[in-house]
T-cell receptor, first 115, second 114 residues
Framework: AQTVTQSQPEMSVQEAETVTLSCTYDTSESNYYLFWYKQPPSRQMILVIR??????QNATENRFSVNFQKAAKSFSLKISDSQLGDTAMYFCAFMSGGATNKLIFGTGTLLAVQP | GAGVSQSPSNKVTEKGKDVELRCDPI?????LYWYRQSLGQGLEFLIYFQGNSAPDKSGLPSDRFSAERTGGSVSTLTIQRTQQEDSAVYLC????????????FGDGTRLSIL
């Protein structure tokens, strides 16, 4: 069974600094999809960034980028120029490229951006 | 509205009662998911609907949990004979159905069992 591990329950970063959130996963598949979701205190989950496993180029969305290391099964999220509004829970998620459409989530990292 | 709508926002009920949680997905989205988020935990997959296909119920924790989706749109998650361990936030998400598409989440229903 696939699993997603986020080893940092909490992190803190100063405004305007850069922070990296780690995520590792376990799968025997070669094709799959990886996502980072953000859940602010308002509770609504929002997609931050996504990566398809067969694409070698790391995905980037404005201040958010990933370091996708397929061999190491690692999918870290880098947030540059951190802003107060980035304060949230961040969840890493995995979806198989096969028949199942389950999205498997990690336990999350609570990021606090300090002024 | 343009987003996924869930009702009620909060539900408090006594142990042993049945509850129904509603999800209204984004218009045109063929796939609908239910998740459970317990305090301090990640999201736990419960059930998945895709078009007219048989739902994937593999995440339902017990036979007290059931869900249906009528007319390919609105979905209802029903929990019978509620237990205190059912207390959680129940999140619904919808998507166009392709694997690479983002899931659009509702604000969730916070269920508290007394």
């Amino acid at each position: 069974a696939q699993t997603v591990t986020q080893s940092q329950p909490e992190m803190s970063v100063q405004e305007a600094e850069t922070v990296t959130l780690s995520c590792t996963y376990d799968t025997s598949e070669s094709n799959y999809y990886l996502f980072w979701y953000k859940q602010p205190p308002s509770r609504q989950m929002i997609l931050v960034i996504r990566q398809e496993a067969y694409k070698q180029q790391n995905a980037t969305e404005n201040r958010f980028s990933v370091n996708f290391q397929k061999a190491a099964k690692s999918f870290s999220l880098k947030i540059s120029d951190s802003q107060l509004g980035d304060t949230a829970m961040y969840f890493c998620a995995f979806m198989s490229g096969g028949a199942t459409n389950k999205l498997i989530f990690g336990t999350g990292t609570l990021l606090a951006v300090q002024p | 509205g343009a987003g996924v709508s869930q009702s009620p926002s909060n539900k408090v009920t006594e142990k042993g009662k049945d509850v129904e949680l509603r999800c209204d997905p984004i218009s045109g989205h063929t796939a609908l998911y239910w998740y459970r988020q317990s305090l301090g935990q990640g999201l736990e997959f419960l059930i998945y609907f895709q078009g007219n296909s048989a739902p994937d119920k593999s995440g339902l924790p017990s036979d007290r949990f059931s869900a249906e989706r009528t007319g390919g749109s609105v979905s209802t998650l029903t929990i019978q004979r509620t237990q205190q361990e059912d207390s959680a936030v129940y999140l619904c998400a919808s998507t166009l159905g392709r694997k690479d598409q983002p899931q659009h989440f509702g604000d969730g229903t916070r269920l508290s069992i007394l």
